[in-house]
């Protein structure tokens, strides 16, 4: 897939620099322990409950620790879901996750017989259409989970909104999971770029800066970055790099965890490339996780052709090659 030896290459230094949307999410997983299970169970069974503070004030949502005293609170109090807005801000252009897909209402809503405000979202159709003492309604979702989000959003409104008479036989909810995604768009530096087309060509390159400041080239980084750590100059120069390799260091994951992609155990191990000063973080498979080692000799196993685009997952895993160990003395200085 690419050559055997390091070596410099030429570059378009007009090509413009890539371009894409990236999100970055997580499914945030909590247990909500025995104060919470209480609100986040009533809001399924869609009820508001709040909790007592030392100083008699009603706090909602409910906090597991007196503000005051700094006590562990447990007396849990029914409220309405009818309320006053405290006050507002008009939210022109909502955004992809918030609770309504067209103009509305931030509020700091107090609900009769809280004595602390809530923040949620009330459908108006204008800024004109709401003001502070505002009378507003909970309107729920049609199939509640026990989360903030089974009050679909408020609306103007001085009587509850009717809900089903239905038991629930439901566990308590003692787990929240919450998604959390941002969506960037990632325009890359120009090494970055280079390093990424290469990629989609079946090639990997390094960068150094070509003349540091003894004269000599400085360190081949792989993948390249804008400039050398060590003294700061630009990396002017890629370096065709090989697809073989040497492990540096490594961990074994044994225990699973949420969207785990591969089966325990596995290697992650830290492969120096040759030609390269830098390791880089990938997989080691093919081969028993307990026979991976510090000097280990591998080579990148690449997915076929037609899967290939602009990232690293070209290279699926790296494989022992059955050489010899390399000598620790040859990566010592590159862990």
Known sequence: MTTSQSSPVQIDEHEPPLSAPLQLSFDYTRSVGSLLSQFFTALRER????????????????????????EQLTEIVPVSSVGTVVSWTWNQHPVEGQPLDRPFAWALIKLDGADTPMLHAVAVDSPDAISTGARVRAHWVDEPVGAITDIAYFTLGDEPEPVPDTTDDRDPVRIQVTPIALEIQHSASHPESVYLRALQEGRLLGARTSKGPDGKPGKVYFPPREADPATGLPLDEFVELSDKGTVTTFGIVNIP????????????AYVLLDGADIPFLHLVTDCDASEVRMGMRVQAVWRPREEWGLGID??????????????????????
């Open 47 to 70: 009820r508001i409950v709040g909790v007592r503070g030392s100083d008699g004030r009603v706090l909602v949502p409910p906090t597991e620790y007196d503000p005051v005293t700094y």
């Open 257 to 268: 965890f949420a969207g785990q992609r591969i089966k325990p155990p596995y290697v992650a």
């Open 314 to 335: 070209n290279i699926s895993h790296f494989r022992p090659t059955g050489e010899p160990d390399a000598d620790f003395e040859t990566y010592k200085h590159h862990l």
